[in-house]
């Protein structure tokens, strides 16, 4: 287990969280408006993971030609859900902030009592997230190639649309006091009943990723990167997919800090020029938002469970905090 507080709410806490009630509250109107939601939540497309299936081998061959880069139009995914591990971290919006709040009174109070100070970290909320992947700005792509901020894309996504938890900025430990902050997140996980969320969010997870392989194997997924393909090689970058071209890219990127060569600059400003004209992430973010929506169907007798385990997390923290 990480000692970072935040690696505890890795599979966990929610995406995103505004202010409001807890979960509990937000339920009372009973299961049929849950499931009505469910029935109404799709799926998008997710980083990390997309690599797997379009394969990383690297090309010899250099470029020949630059492409102009595209225009500033950027992508119009609709509201659903692209990733199953969103929609599931979405059930827990509403009671994240005051979980997260426990949880480092918590360790804070158990580093006390061993004569560690700790300063709980607050928590690091943001507009929920339905997709995980957006087009990259295009002069930012023009100026900065693959190392442009936020870039994430179809098989080499740098992370989520918007904040995790997990990626807040950890409060540092000295060496020396590992085992005893490793022992006080132990015990606050147990306080907080939260073994039976993470528990289901793993399953969760690992189902995810079976939806996403098979989207990446899917008919018009790969139509699109055939398509993605003629059109960089039509351009001089002879690439089979992106995850090819970026891992190609890096060998050639240079070693200047905050500056990639125009050699991987333009690489970068062909491949989005693509994504854009066969519409890669569109795509993408239809087929798994389908898949998705298909899996919260049949899948209701564990989500109800789910909810049921934040719910008892939730109620906890409420009456003993308030």
Not at 207 to 215: D, G, K, P, S
Not at 221 to 249: E, I, K, L
Not at 282 to 296: G, K, Q
Request: charged content about 20%.
């Amino acid at each position: 287990m990480s000692l970072d507080l935040r690696h505890e709410l890795d599979d966990a806490a929610a995406a995103a969280s505004p202010p409001g009630t807890l979960v509990a509250d937000a339920r009372q109107a009973g299961q049929r408006r849950l499931r009505a939601r469910r029935r109404r939540t799709v799926i998008g497309t997710a980083a990390a993971l997309v690599a797997v299936a379009v394969g990383i081998g690297v090309l010899p061959r250099p470029w020949t030609q630059s492409t102009s880069p595209v225009s500033g139009d950027t992508a119009q995914f609709d509201g659903r859900f692209d990733d199953l591990n969103l929609y599931a971290d979405s059930l827990r919006q509403a009671g994240d902030p005051s979980v997260w709040a426990a949880r480092e009174h918590l360790v804070t109070l158990c580093l006390q009592a061993a004569g560690i100070t700790y300063q709980p970290s607050p928590y690091p909320g943001a507009p929920v997230a339905h997709s995980r992947y957006t087009y990259p700005a295009p002069d930012a792509v023009a100026r900065l190639g693959y190392d442009a901020p936020g870039l994430s894309t179809a098989d080499y996504g740098a992370g989520m649309a918007s904040p995790n938890p997990s990626t807040g900025t950890p409060t540092s430990i000295p060496e020396s006091q590992l085992k005893a902050r490793d022992t006080c997140n132990q015990q606050a996980i147990v306080w907080l009943e939260q073994k039976p969320v993470d528990d289901i969010r793993n399953s969760i997870d690992q189902q995810n990723q079976t939806l996403m392989a098979a989207v990446l194997a899917s008919p018009a997924y790969t139509a699109a990167v055939t398509a993605w393909s003629t059109c960089m090689n039509d351009a001089g970058h002879p690439f089979d997919s992106p995850a090819q071209a970026r891992a190609y890219a890096d060998t050639v990127r240079g070693t200047a800090a905050g500056q990639p060569t125009q050699a991987a600059i333009d690489i970068a400003v062909a491949d989005y020029a693509c994504e854009h004209q066969v519409h890669l992430l569109e795509i993408l973010h239809n087929e798994l938002a389908a898949a998705v929506s298909d899996w919260i169907a049949g899948h209701a007798p564990l989500l109800d469970q789910y909810e049921t385990a934040i719910r008892i997390m939730d109620n906890k923290v409420r009456t003993q905090f308030g």
